[in-house]
Structure formats: C-alpha cells, structure tokens
C-alpha cells in the first residue's frame, strides 16, 4: 500500500532537496493535514461502524484488501482528474481500511486490552508528528530514500505472506512487525520531505501517503504491544 503515488523516477523528486525550485504553499500543506485528519476519522468511523461484524469482515478480509489495493493502483488514478470524486474516492478508500482493521481492534478487546488501542494511537501520533517535524525542518536530502525503502517493502510484504501461508513463526511475525513499523517510520519521513517540496499536484494524493504511514504505523505499535502483554 504504500506504492500509492510515489513516482521514483520523477524529476521533481530525484533532483534532490537542493534543487527545488518550489516548495508546497502553506495552504496546500494545510489542506493535506486536514484531509489526513478527516481521514483518520472516516477510517475510525469504518472500524466503529462494523465492529460487530468482526467475524464476517474476518472470513471477507482478503476481498477487502483487494478492494483497498485496487483503490491504492487503480481508483485513485481513474478519478485523480475530477477532484470531487477524488475525494470521494479518499473517504472511501480510508472507511475501507478502518473495515479492514476490524479484526485486529476485535481480537484486543476481546482480550480484554482494550486501552492497548489507545496507547497505540497516542504513541503512533507522538511518533509521525516528530518525524513530520524533523522530515520539514531537516536541511538533509531524503529524496534517495525511495528505490531502496520501495525494495524493503516488497522483501517484507513476501516475508509476511510467506510467514501467514506457510511458516505461521510467532517470531518471524514479530520481526516482520517491527520491521514495518521502521520501515514505515522512513516513509513518513520520505513523504513528508516529498510533500514540502511540492512533488505532490493534489492535496488529496499527498493525505493518501501520509495516512498509509500513519495507519501501517499504528497496525505495528498495536501488534508490538500485544506482543510485549502476552505470555
């Protein structure tokens, strides 16, 4: 999921921080950050809205994930020229991941560890706001970040298909978790630089980033905590 939108081979981008000719205004960026708040709400709204269908959103998990990657490489590009629907397509795309999340959320509370969510939504918002700020206010170049942090993905999306499938390690999940909290950690600082520099046309493409790295962040810290809690 975090393939949405980010072009590594465009100029703007591999130029380097140096040579930009324009940064985002402050009202685009304003806007992004609003739109990555109404986000957020759309996305708890879907978690709340189908909480007490966790066990059918659980048999249905994969189609919902395909729809959200269909969104991610397909829906946001057919509607990317009408900005009222590519709004639209937003709230739907992130109603669908709070959906998505539903039988991670069940299974804590089920628990009963259920302050574990808002631990980890506090620890999460501590987290991408200090790397927020420091990916803004850093005089260093991030824009080479990219190839590699894409390969990193892909090594770790296989890793953890192979572990779901096949392998089923308890620690082999850990490590993959951890690995996408880190992983997800330098893509909010890679977005962040990104979006300040203007490599982003719409305000709405740019709150689709930054909310993929909030959410696979928070996903992480979740799990981390459940870990670290469990016998």
Do not use: C
């Amino acid at each position: 999921m975090a393939l949405y939108d980010r072009d590594y081979s465009n100029n703007t981008i591999d130029s380097g921080y140096a040579h930009q000719a324009e940064g985002a205004s402050v009202a685009f960026m304003k806007k992004t950050y609003q739109l990555l708040g109404a986000s957020m709400i759309s996305s708890a709204m879907g978690a709340y809205l189908t909480m007490p269908y966790a066990a059918t959103i659980q048999q249905f998990k994969w189609f919902i994930f395909g729809f959200v990657m269909l969104m991610v490489f397909f829906g946001f590009n057919a509607t990317r020229k009408n900005p009222t629907l590519h709004m639209i397509a937003l709230f739907i795309f992130t109603f669908a991941m709070g959906v998505m999340i539903v039988p991670l959320l069940a299974m804590v509370i089920g628990q009963g560890n259920g302050m574990l969510i808002g631990n980890a939504f506090l620890m999460t918002s501590v987290l991408f706001g200090a790397l927020s700020l420091f990916a803004i206010n850093s005089k260093s170049d991030f824009s080479s970040w990219g190839k590699p942090l894409m390969v990193v993905m892909i090594v770790i999306f296989i890793a953890s298909l192979v572990n779901i499938f096949i392998l089923k390690s308890p620690m082999l999940h850990v490590i993959v978790t951890a690995g996408i909290l880190l992983l997800f950690s330098l893509f909010t600082i890679y977005d962040t630089q990104n979006i300040a520099n203007g490599a982003y046309d719409s305000p709405v493409d740019a709150a689709v980033s930054l909310f993929l790295d909030f959410f696979n962040m928070f996903t992480a810290i979740l799990q981390l905590l459940g870990f670290i809690g469990d016998d």
